[in-house]
């Protein structure tokens, strides 16, 4: 059980995940799935929530659910890869979170892309959680635990800073619409697509990465990179070392976080790295 990651099985502690590897595992179909490039810098993590409640015309409030959880005989994750594999267009992601926190794994995160943002080069660069929601708006606290648990995985796996939009302004990000390149960190398909509503995710999955600590910049302002130009600078004269004092905390920065004392490369740490 766990993540699969460059064809190999990672197990993620506290987490129950379910790949195609194990039996009975869900498995997602072409074309709703293709190889990512082996040079493809992975550097976003994407949230999203099946019915993107509040959204469009449906503008309930989400609603934040201790239990009991709805039919929990019933697999809803196979439900909604069946549904894309159904939908006869490009729709996907890399993970499906049921009501009862626990998860599948339908694609190798490193090797394969899915579709989940509506921009193709954000594709290429993410990964993609989908969060089953209920038809009244509802989502469950444990499935919001998993989403952390899950999220701060993938940060320490990939070196993806612990970051996030905010706030939402019910229009895409400019910089994640025309493709993301500068954009490392988590965000929601709405940051990637106008007029979707506070829904796809909502607000509560990041209010619960707040308060795990993850950082909040508001991207249009280009909070982010001015902050990371910052610490670029700091790196720089604390190691002697020549650094691009760009904003942007890729690789390179990501490796002068590891010298400077910072687990994973990553300036804000989480339990488990």
Not at 131 to 159: H, M, N, P, W
Not at 235 to 245: K, P, S, V
Request: glycine share 10%; proline share 4%; with cysteine.
């Amino acid at each position: 059980m766990g993540v699969i990651v460059d064809g190999n099985v990672e197990e993620v502690s506290g987490l129950i995940i379910r790949s195609w590897l194990d039996p009975n595992g869900l498995r997602l179909t072409t074309p709703d799935r293709e190889p990512r490039s082996e040079t493809e810098w992975i550097h976003a993590i994407v949230l999203h929530t099946t019915r993107g409640i509040p959204g469009g015309a449906d503008q309930r409030r989400q609603k934040i659910l201790t239990g009991p959880i709805p039919h929990p005989e019933h697999d809803h994750k196979m439900d909604v890869v069946s549904g894309w594999a159904e939908d006869g267009i490009c729709a996907s992601a890399h993970f499906v979170i049921d009501f009862d926190g626990s998860i599948a794994c339908v694609a190798d995160v490193m090797r394969e892309t899915t579709y989940h943002a509506g921009v193709r080069a954000v594709n290429h660069q993410s990964i993609g959680i989908e969060i089953c929601q209920g038809s009244d708006a509802e989502l469950y606290e444990v499935q919001l635990d998993s989403a952390v648990r899950l999220v701060d995985y993938l940060t320490r796996r990939f070196g993806i800073q612990r970051q996030f939009h905010w706030p939402y302004r019910n229009q895409a990000v400019r910089r994640i619409a025309e493709g993301g390149s500068s954009v490392v960190g988590v965000y929601g398909h709405r940051e990637a697509s106008d007029d979707r509503g506070q829904g796809d995710p909502g607000d509560e999955v990041f209010l619960r990465l707040r308060s795990a600590g993850y950082e909040s910049f508001d991207l249009d302002k280009l909070e982010d990179l001015t902050v990371w130009k910052e610490r670029q600078q700091q790196l720089a004269t604390q190691l002697g070392i020549a650094l691009d004092i760009d904003g942007v905390p890729g690789m390179q920065t990501h490796a002068a976080l590891r010298m400077a004392g910072h687990p994973y490369g990553l300036w804000i740490a989480r339990p488990g790295d």
